[in-house]
């Protein structure tokens, strides 16, 4: 008897490549993801013009375009699969645990991807003081784990919940504002020259927390 | 198809397609669900070995899909409990979605994603040898060879039906549950239902929730939900 029980590791990298895949089929999030990035930082850029001596602003527009751009398409991952019926596919075929790692690489990819393209942009048209590299990357890595982790539970949480919409934007705000001021506060503590590192612990803590939460919670959450 | 045994070594995973999965039980004690009041299932009590076939036959709202979802480990029970064994010891949610293969209209797959690409997927996620062979051998049982590249949302019913069996019969699953398995389904379609239960009767405890008298009658056993529990064979 050739094994079918699913190896835990085979379903996360098959649900990170299916996410993947759905994605590029339908651009259901990335084109405007994009959009909303590029628009927002370009109007900013024409409005204000550069804000090279405003550490304080261009860390917290950075984040808020990121979050903003990225919110909607990473709480989606689930909703996605109540709308389109297909969680119960899911279901049978790997476990809650599996799922919930796979949506989360994906949405840590896709985070990966609109910074790629939001960070750079927002440096060339709103300047800013020289980067410390090592420090920016730090917090933008941790502050981007802790912003997929918790987007991606709340996804989870509010998936099959009717009225949706509303209550994602109730359960998300209370839990993203430590994320958005661990990373707003870290990004500008680097700009400044200041340490990162009590904005690094938060960060790594509340990411490592929804993590925590995430992998106790996922298996519960689906039951019908 | 006899009672439940008591036995040896847990199950893992279930083979190639025309392995036989022998030592399967199913049990049901006093199980039933209840979305609300007078609706769900009403608590039976039967117990099934594999393999053979059996049919669940009964009116609209008594609760076949419901206890096959429960079978399948989709839902749990309200009341009572649904236990699946091999020789004798119990699977647990693992094993079990290894051991379970569900077709049913409540599975759907994704539009965007080719019929081949929707089984590939299931198949790296469970881990399967070979995923492609296996991919293309279930599309081949079903009819739909040669159509793997079809998106699975421009499928009619009846293609996406037969995308269903072949979803279920890919990891050839030691129980298989089959809801209302020829519906969408033309004259050929219902035929290549008899046959693959036919084909699984040898190997895998199969169990069809069914009011279409062709399909129960492939079934060596047939339990009627009544509302009050099942019914006597038929």
């Known amino acids: 008897m050739p094994s079918a029980s699913s190896s835990s590791a085979a379903a ?10 759905s994605e590029w089929r339908t651009r259901y999030g990335l084109n405007a993801a994009l959009l909303f990035a590029i628009a927002t930082l370009t109007a ?64 840590l990819l896709f985070l990966a991807v609109i910074e790629l393209v939001a960070v750079p942009l927002d440096l060339v048209l709103l300047g800013g003081p020289p980067l410390h590299w090592g420090r920016f990357l730090a917090v933008l890595a941790l ?21 949706r919409g509303a209550l994602f934007a109730a359960v998300s705000l209370p839990v993203l504002l430590p994320v958005l001021a661990g990373a707003v506060s870290g990004t500008r503590a680097q700009w400044s020259g200041a340490p990162v590192g009590a904005e690094l612990r938060l960060l790594a803590a509340y990411g490592a927390a929804m993590l925590g939460l995430s992998l106790v919670l996922y298996d519960h959450l689906w039951e019908e | 198809m006899s009672g439940a045994p008591a036995g040896a070594p847990a199950l893992r995973g279930f083979g190639a397609p025309t392995e036989s999965v022998a030592g399967v039980a199913l049990e049901a004690r006093e199980l039933g669900h209840r979305y609300a ?32 979802r429960i079978v399948a480990g989709l839902l749990r029970p309200s009341h009572g409990e649904c236990v699946l064994t091999h020789e004798g010891r119990g699977l647990a949610p693992g094993a079990r979605r290894g051991a379970v ?7 759907a797959f994704y539009e965007e994603l080719s019929a081949g690409e929707n089984l ?54 030691a129980v298989l549950l089959l809801d209302e398995p020829g519906s969408h389904l033309d004259e050929e379609g219902r035929a290549l239902v ?27 056993r047939v339990f009627e939900l009544r509302g009050r529990g099942v019914g006597h064979p038929a």
């Open chain 1, 12 to 21: 996360v990298w098959a649900i990170l490549r299916k996410e993947c895949r």
């Open chain 1, 44 to 107: 900013v850029s024409f409005a204000v013009g550069r804000l090279g001596d405003r550490p304080d602003l261009l860390a917290a527009l950075l984040w808020i375009v990121l979050l903003f751009a990225s919110l909607a398409a990473l709480a989606h991952t689930f909703v996605r699969e109540v709308e389109g019926h297909t969680l119960t596919l899911l279901r049978l075929t790997a476990s809650p645990t599996s799922i919930a790692l796979g949506k989360l690489l994906f949405n």
């Open chain 1, 143 to 163: 502050g981007s784990v802790a912003l997929a982790g918790t987007a991606t539970l709340v996804g989870a949480i509010i998936a099959q919940t009717r009225g």
């Open chain 2, 37 to 68: 009041a007078g609706r769900g299932l009403e608590p039976v009590s039967f117990a099934l070995a594999g393999p053979g076939v059996a049919a669940i036959t009964g009116p609209n709202g008594s609760g076949k899909s419901t206890l096959l």
């Open chain 2, 101 to 107: 293969g569900l077709c049913a209209s409540s599975v």
């Open chain 2, 120 to 173: 590939g997927f299931v198949a790296d996620a469970r881990g399967l040898a070979d995923p492609r062979g296996r991919v293309a051998h279930a599309l081949a049982r079903v009819g739909l060879a040669g159509r793997e590249g079809d998106r699975a949302g421009a499928l009619s019913s009846g293609l996406r039906q037969r995308l269903r069996l072949a979803f279920a019969l890919l990891h050839a699953p």
């Open chain 2, 194 to 220: 008899g046959r693959l239960v036919h084909e699984q009767r040898e190997r895998a405890l199969v169990l069809i929730a069914t009011n279409d008298e062709r399909e129960s009658r492939l079934a060596e």
